[in-house]
């Protein structure tokens, strides 16, 4: 590596950590005492967080330990000695839990259907399971900000919702909290951070399943935006912490029916006729969503 890469390299990990640092404050995402559950699928955003955790890890002011599981499930050509030879590698403290849920996808969903809802629920309920049988506090994934967006993206397009993907949540069977500690990392920095560090990716695609469609497009439409209008998905992600639920048309989010005026000044209230300016990037999403074809 020469100097100029190293110092590029080591600018890298400094970000990185620092935004997972961010992201768990920011959150309260780890607390003294927490045993967290690292989900390490063996691609390179599972492999990042492992290793920014330890990291953060051995220089935090409070105590917590890390463990991580993998779930084989036992995919045609899965390589089942990377991740044990990885994990022995860092001494630390692993599962490998063995599941055929292929098997199960395979005979349950007609050939050419998209397997992926059936696998993922399983998953999920493996995973769950695994938590509690290990003593988890938190679940941890490897989702990123660009996951956060473009999950922002799919919900408006195909699901009528403005929702995203949460930092911090109690799962939905209501027993555990998972985290997201790369929330505030971007996608790119994260296939860097896998170059330099040279983790043993394992390919995702081991099922034979299409990647989602949807999801590539609403990819390329982000990734065409901020070609086009560097910063783009920075500002996406500062709105998304930035939400003014009167100017929504939620009922639910926003007393509407019994409001009334208060007599105070309130810059938030509403400008009537002004027209809301912006500074660059000028936002020009009607003919933006036009530039990719969303199947
Ligand atoms: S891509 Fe394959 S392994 Fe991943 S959720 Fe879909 S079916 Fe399961």
Redesign the pocket.
Same mark, same amino acid.
């Given at each position: 590596m020469t100097p100029k890469s190293k110092y590029n390299a080591n600018k890298l990990e400094k970000r990185l950590c620092r935004n997972v640092g961010k992201a768990i404050e920011d959150f309260n995402m780890i607390e003294d005492g927490d045993r967290v559950m690292v989900c390490l699928s063996g691609g390179k955003d599972s492999y990042a967080l492992l290793d920014i955790l330890l990291k953060l890890r051995s220089r935090a002011p409070i105590h917590f330990d890390i463990f991580a599981v993998n779930l084989d %499930?036992k %995919?045609p050509g899965f390589p089942e000695h990377i991740l044990p030879q990885y994990l022995d590698s860092l001494d630390i403290e692993y599962k490998i839990v063995e599941e055929d849920t292929y098997s199960i996808?395979k005979d349950k969903i007609p050939e050419g259907k998209t397997? +992926?809802s059936l +696998? @993922?629920r399983l998953?999920r309920g493996i995973l769950y399971r695994t938590a509690k049988e290990m003593g988890a506090t938190k679940i941890a994934l490897g989702h990123h900000r660009d996951d956060m967006l473009e999950t922002l993206f799919l919900n408006m397009f195909y699901g009528g919702r403005l929702k995203s993907m949460p930092a911090k949540l109690v799962s939905d069977d209501g027993q555990h909290t998972v985290i997201r500690p790369l929330a505030y990392c971007k996608e790119a920095d994260l296939i860097r951070y896998g170059d330099v560090q040279e983790f043993p990716i394992i390919p +995702?695609?081991? +099922?034979g @399943?299409q990647d989602n469609l949807q999801r590539q497009a609403v990819k390329a439409m982000l990734h065409e935006w901020d070609r086009r209008y560097p910063g783009r998905s920075e500002t996406i992600f500062k709105a998304m912490q930035n939400v003014v639920p009167s100017h929504l048309a939620d009922r639910q989010l926003f007393d509407f029916l019994s409001m009334q005026p208060t007599g105070e000044a309130n810059a938030d209230g509403d400008t009537a006729f002004d027209q809301p300016s912006f500074s660059e990037p000028k936002p020009e999403f009607a003919s933006d969503v036009q530039i990719v074809e969303l199947k």
């Open positions: %499930q %995919q996808v397997t +992926c +696998c @993922s998953r +995702c695609n081991l +099922c @399943s």
